[in-house]
């Protein structure tokens, strides 16, 4: 029965990822085009960190190397042929490890199991994220295997060679992913202040330690890319996902804010992180309410649930932060830590559900959250349908084509989703970076121009400028010093001579 039921969670988990894929039949993701180049240039080249030349705004590639030198071991043929699944994959993987740690903690209960199954595989930041390329989910299998040792060592007296797997793991998240690094050094330091126990804290030292030695001394150039992106937001917060001429302090109108812009200002700025916190992980929220009814009760918590409570009310004090807090708000959109929630949450629901069956309310939380997250899901697939970023239309790849054939030049493109993409099929040069070091030089076209359009074209060498109607302002649009307009559907090619 077990296996029966491990084999049900995993197929539906995998429907449920590669639907999106199955309905845009186009290929999804800004990130995915990215790490493409990054492989495919270190597997032609064999030169690590690779130099990617086309992105005119980036100093150096130190971007942290495990996932990419992952995918680069992988068959060429492999690679080209299945690569919008591996984020897929790897995802699968934290569900095995998942399933595994739920049945080893319930003994075998088949509601633990199915339960815990059931919220990851539904979880919308999970479906929404893993339609590209991304290191995320590599760094937060680590992240997840490390939390199941410490579970073993702490709580169940685990033999001492696990410190080895401990600090192993530990300098694989720093060597993975950035934000997953951030997200593990707050539990270190939240357990050991919560536990008073010092190896929490000694595991940040160390951590940086197994890394530089992984790595042979190559994450100290991590390090200070990931000290440049932080840097970089902390003085730009205000501004994430922000339109880069309507904001901006010589093209905007003082009073106009980006609808979608992550940080609004007031009240539509609170509801807004609010609804898209919930929204995106329902789960983590309709847990916290069962679990306040079971403390309500005086009912107590074993070890390993009140293990998994700590650690998914430790990152939800950082979502918060991230979302609320200002000096916090450098260090990454707050709903992204909602993706490192899932494994958490997923065994908590799990664990207590089983302990708890005939509890109604219990059931009844669950099946809120569960009908929100399907809910949610909705709306995603909705938007991949008719988004005109999240996806290429044959509009756009007209427009890659036009660009392949055009004589060499750097491309600005607006809106911004665009330009790894346009990198990566068209050989064109493209006015970005801030994919390793260089946010320096990045600054002053993102997260909004701090130059004229025709200070951009002189000082880059700008030769052409891809963008959607209706997206740029008309004064804008009246300084672009072109001579020439190309329309495909709804884009612009304003050729610059």
């Known amino acids: ?85 591996f984020s897929v994959l790897i995802d699968g993987l934290r569900l095995i490890l998942l399933l595994g740690v739920a049945s080893w903690l319930s003994q075998g209960s088949v509601y633990a199991i199915v339960a815990a199954g059931l919220v990851y595989a539904t979880v919308p930041i999970l479906n929404t994220y893993n339609i590209q390329l991304n290191p995320r989910g590599l760094g937060a299998l680590f992240l997840d295997g490390l939390m199941a040792l410490w579970l073993w060592l702490f709580q169940f007296n685990g033999p001492v060679w696990i410190w080895v797997g401990i600090i192993l793991l530990s300098g694989l998240i720093l060597l993975t992913h950035k934000m997953t690094t951030q997200i593990f050094w707050f539990l270190c330091l939240g357990a ?66 980006t609808p979608t ?4 200002k007031g009240l539509t700025g609170n509801v ?24 309500f009760r005086s009912l107590r918590l074993e070890a390993a649930e009140s293990f998994f409570l700590w650690s998914a009310l ?6 918060l932060l991230t979302a609320f807090v200002n000096v916090f708000k450098g260090l990454g959109a707050a709903y992204l830590y909602l993706y490192n929630i899932s494994f958490p949450v997923a065994v908590l629901w799990g664990l207590t559900l089983s302990r708890n069956k005939a509890d109604a309310v219990g059931w009844l939380l669950f099946g809120a959250g569960l009908g929100s997250c ?13 988004s005109k970023t999240l996806a290429a239309d044959v509009h756009l790849e007209a427009v890659f084509a036009d660009l392949k054939q055009a004589p060499k030049g750097v491309v600005l493109c607006l809106p911004q989703q665009w330009y790894d993409v346009i990198a990566y099929k068209t050989d064109q040069s493209v006015l970005y970076g801030g994919h390793g070091y260089g946010f320096k030089r990045l600054e002053p076209l993102f997260p909004r121009f701090l130059l004229s359009v025709g200070d951009i074209v002189r000082k880059y060498h700008v030769r052409y400028i891809v963008a959607l109607d209706g997206y740029l302002p008309s004064h804008f649009i009246e300084e672009i010093p072109y001579n020439l307009i190309k329309e495909y559907g709804p884009y612009r090619i304003y050729e610059i001579s």
């Open 261 to 264: 812009k992550f940080y609004r």
């Open 192 to 257: 050991g202040i919560l536990t008073g126990d010092w190896r929490f804290l000694a595991m940040i030292p160390v951590s940086v330690l197994a890394a530089l030695l992984l790595s042979k001394g190559f994450y100290w150039n991590v390090m200070r890319a990931h000290w440049d992106i932080v840097s970089f937001w902390h003085r730009n917060w205000r501004w994430l996902q922000a339109h880069p001429v309507k904001e901006s302090p010589i093209y905007g109108d003082p009073g106009y804010e």
């Open 272 to 295: 807004k992180h609010i609804v898209s916190l919930f929204a995106l992980n329902p789960m983590a929220w309709s847990l916290l309410g069962f679990l306040a009814v079971l403390f």
């Open 1 to 85: 029965m077990q296996m029966i039921c491990f084999l049900a969670i995993i197929g539906l988990t995998l429907v449920i990822r590669l639907f999106p894929r199955l309905i845009s039949k186009r290929e999804l993701g800004v990130d995915h085009w990215f790490w493409k180049s990054y492989v495919e240039t270190y597997r032609r080249d064999r030169k690590f960190p690779p130099s990617l030349p086309q992105y005119v705004l980036d100093e150096h590639q130190w971007y942290p190397p495990v996932f990419p030198l992952l995918l680069a071991r992988i068959p060429e043929s492999l690679f080209d042929r299945f690569c919008h699944t």
């Open 374 to 386: 399907l809910l949610a899901l909705y709306f995603f697939y909705r938007k991949i349908i008719r």
């Open 314 to 319: 430790l990152t939800i004090l950082f979502v």
